[in-house]
């Protein structure tokens, strides 16, 4: 019954009015917001928390006495529960801030690790975003570890019986995206964690891409971690999430040294500090903390069944409307997408393509995605990236293809 | 002509359009009418790397004048050079290793000589002024 009344009131139109940045217009048109894949657009609820914390509450967390430390402190480690509720972790010590998805997959590269030995394993796939590519490359080459990619195929989807092969007692961590920022593929994260925990292999799950389009639940999906950035899920940059289960967080050396990650510290020895502050060196992004908890409140708020119909219902409309296109070829075609249309247009490069929807309002993102190895495996030297989220509406769309066919027109 | 005289004559080219699209029209058509370069000077080391465009530049000087020519994979970047290139050839190479080209930002194309846009025209406007400076 409660579930029925949020329902009716997904109101596009009405979401929309929380959005201010979407009244604003760019070259004389109205601004139409196809790059949120890139970052998101940020409710008037966050940029309100935001003002208010620098107008009200601004203070250093965790150290002063003070009523102003104390509220900071509060706020912060408030929004550190929304989180932890919102993926449904176990503890809130299990939500470890950091300044991103890359900084959060940096922190487990760097601080895993150290727990490895010459000869180990990692595992990722062929559709990773650079930053879940580079982070292990270089811890390989500090341990002496061996990287193995799961093969995609020609539609975007894991090749699964290759990482079948690819497992074994070897394996120490498994790294996939749970789904692809350049192809919408949405991977079959259970089964990979599932068989991955067969051969005593952890899971990290890149989260950029789904945190925003569905719902994540850490106890049912029992990945080991999931990272994710604050920016793409509503909320401001330069904050992110690494969520870890906490008996492998424990074993786990601190990732950097300083302020408020350490228990005593004297030149002879130092000890450090419990989860979650073991890993949150310095003073953080307090700010971008809780008004991330404001974002996700938000997100709460509304259902993500009729959000993740609205998105589906925007990305099924575009494929079929760009298809009518002659030479349209789309980028990704995977049996189980989110609303991610990436495509390239025969004899068009997708950076003029890409300016002159720019000059007729539309922002899409065109070239490879920070996904090279990918965009190598196509053939392509990049694609035109229309990526929607719940604010976009099929009206947007119809714009959009209105100005498809003129730049087609105009560079063919 | 002089350079400052070609400058301004691109100046009052584009003054007529006061539509973006419009202007883009215009640079498509530069772009399409560039003179082709030759497969064989398309070599790596003719290559400009950029995030979203490659742009190949070729660089000749006769009678102690530069002739540059160039090409990309990307028609917008290519009407963009055919503008640069008609600006900056037959000139002698000091005139281009110190030529402001404030005519792009006069037309409004400013943004693609940004670094940040990564289609390889920052690169290929530096790599222009330096080549001319060697050929000193």
């Not at chain 1, 590269?109 to 030995?117: C, K, Q, R």
């Not at chain 2, 530069?30 to 003719?46: A, E, F, M």
């Not at chain 2, 950029?50 to 990307?74: M, N, T």
């Not at chain 2, 281009?96 to 693609?112: D, Q, R, S, W």
Request: glycine share 6%; charged share 25%.
């Amino acid at each position: 019954m409660i579930k029925d009344q949020i329902q009716l009131t997904f109101d596009v139109q009405k979401i929309r009015d929380d959005f201010p940045i979407l009244r604003r217009s760019v070259y004389g048109k109205d601004l139409i917001y196809f790059d949120n894949g890139a970052t998101s657009q940020k409710p008037q609820v966050v940029i309100d928390a935001i003002n208010e914390y620098y107008t009200e509450n601004n203070s250093n967390i965790h150290r002063g006495v003070h009523y102003l430390s104390q509220l900071a402190t509060t706020q912060y480690e408030e929004a550190r529960k929304i989180i932890q509720n919102y993926i449904n972790a176990l503890l809130s010590e299990e939500v470890i801030f950091t300044k991103g998805t890359s900084d959060a997959i940096n922190l487990v590269a760097f601080s895993f690790g150290e727990t490895l030995s010459a000869g180990d394993e990692i595992i990722i796939s062929a559709m990773e975003h650079h930053s879940n590519i580079v982070p292990w490359q270089m811890m390989c080459e500090r341990k002496g570890c061996i990287l193995r990619v799961i093969p995609i195929d020609q539609e975007g989807d894991l090749i699964m019986s290759e990482f079948d092969s690819m497992l074994s007692s070897k394996t120490k961590l498994v790294a996939v995206t749970h789904i692809s920022n350049s192809l919408g593929t949405i991977n079959p994260v259970e089964e990979i964690i599932e068989k991955s925990h067969k051969f005593g292999a952890k899971v990290l799950l890149d989260g950029a891409q789904s945190i925003q389009h569905m719902h994540v639940d850490m106890q049912k999906l029992d990945c080991d971690f999931y990272a994710f950035s604050g920016h793409k899920v509503f909320g401001p940059t330069g904050v992110g999430v690494l969520y870890g289960k906490k008996e492998i967080l424990d074993q786990m050396p601190p990732y950097q040294g300083g302020g408020d990650m350490i228990a005593k510290v004297t030149f002879e020895k130092t000890t450090y500090n419990e989860l979650p502050h073991k890993f949150e060196a310095g003073t953080p992004n307090i700010s971008g903390g809780i008004c991330l908890g404001t974002a996700i409140q938000y997100l709460s708020k509304l259902d993500i069944q009729s959000i993740q119909s609205h998105e589906q219902e925007l990305a099924s409309y575009a494929e079929a409307k760009l298809n009518e296109f002659e030479g349209m070829r789309i980028i990704g075609t995977a049996k189980k997408k989110t609303s991610v249309v990436s495509f390239i247009v025969d004899g068009i490069h997708p950076f003029d393509l890409g300016t002159l929807l720019d000059k007729q309002g539309i922002a899409v993102r065109t070239g490879h995605h920070c996904t090279q190895p990918l965009m190598d495996f196509f053939e392509i030297p990049g694609t035109i990236r229309a990526s929607f989220a719940f604010y976009n509406t099929k009206e947007e769309i119809d714009i959009f293809i209105s100005a498809v066919e003129r730049s087609l027109t105009m560079l063919r | 002509m002089t350079l400052a005289e070609k400058e301004q004559e691109i100046i009052d080219e584009f003054a007529i359009y006061d539509d973006w699209m419009d202007k883009y029209e215009y640079i498509i058509e530069l772009g399409k009418d560039l003179p082709k370069i030759s497969d064989d000077k398309k070599t790596d080391d003719r290559l400009i790397e950029g995030c979203q465009s490659r742009v190949w530049l070729a660089l000749d000087i006769e009678d102690g004048k530069v002739k540059f020519s160039a090409d990309s994979d990307a028609i917008i970047t290519k009407g963009i050079i055919g503008l640069l290139i008609r600006v900056l050839n037959n000139e002698t190479a000091k005139s281009v290793a110190t030529a402001e080209l404030n005519f792009i930002k006069e037309i409004g194309l400013h943004e693609h000589l940004s670094p940040t846009r990564s289609n390889g025209l920052a690169s290929m406007v530096n790599k222009m002024k330096m080549s001319a400076l060697k050929s000193l």
